[in-house]
């Protein structure tokens, strides 16, 4: 068990049971909010590490309440976990301070990681640490024929599943290989968090790991972009 303390905010009592059950084994103390004033309650008289804030809450909107715990606490990292993954929600949320934003259904590993990232200072920069997300990516796998030239041998489809400045993970059921050079043409989306893949970039396969239904992957960026 861990030494992070963390309050879910959530009225669904399944998906609070599950955030509650993953973060056990972090964290020293796990206890949950129906509400968004009684989530209030509990910040005004503990300290937390870390929030999980639902955006539909019976008396409010969870992005209020954000900007209520950060007032009451800045030093608790607040994950906005909602179905309502709009790309307004998710712009709303990061400016107003959230660590994550993880949409619904999640999966345990994305709590996971969550938790793992939980352990640098609350004003860390954005650009340093690793943002969660579900953008389509298509991928070409390439081969070099000169230093000035590459050519497509294959293309396929991909999901970013979270991204740094350095590189990105991805979930497919292409088979890769590490070492595989790589040219990565994002679709066009409104997400914010899309950002860094505004146009198509290279990148190296640095890992591959099975998965339940699909493989992951691990890319790191060889080049800024490509023409």
């Keep these: 068990m861990g030494d992070l303390s963390l309050i879910v905010v959530d009225d669904d009592d ?26 209030l309650a509990r910040v005004r008289s ?44 998710r712009e709303c949320a990061f400016a107003r301070g959230a660590w994550q934003f993880i949409e619904k259904p999640f999966d345990l590993a994305e709590i996971a990681q969550v938790l793992g990232d939980c352990t640098g200072p609350v004003d860390e920069r954005r650009a340093g640490r690793r943002v969660l997300c579900r953008l389509p990516v298509r991928i070409d796998v390439v081969v ?5 030239s590459v050519t497509p041998a294959c293309s396929f489809e991909a999901v970013a599943t979270d991204l740094n400045e350095g590189g990105l993970r991805i979930h497919t059921a292409f088979e890769l290989q590490p070492g595989q050079r790589l040219r990565l043409h994002p679709a066009k989306c409104d997400d914010p968090t899309a950002e860094a893949l505004r146009t198509a970039r290279e990148a190296q396969v640095v890992w591959v790991a099975p998965g339940s239904h699909y493989r992951l992957a691990g890319l790191a960026y060889t080049t800024d972009s490509t023409p």
């Design 14 to 39: 399944l998906v609070a049971w599950a955030l509650q059950k993953a973060a056990a084994p972090t964290c020293a103390a796990v206890c949950r909010a129906g509400t968004g004033s009684a989530a």
């Design 46 to 89: 503990e300290s937390y590490d870390l929030a999980f804030v639902d955006i539909h809450l019976p008396d409010g909107n969870g992005l209020d309440l954000l900007l209520q715990i950060r007032d009451l606490s800045p030093a608790t990292k607040v994950v906005v976990i909602s179905s309502d993954a709009t790309p307004a929600n």
């Design 144 to 148: 070099p024929q000169d230093e000035q």
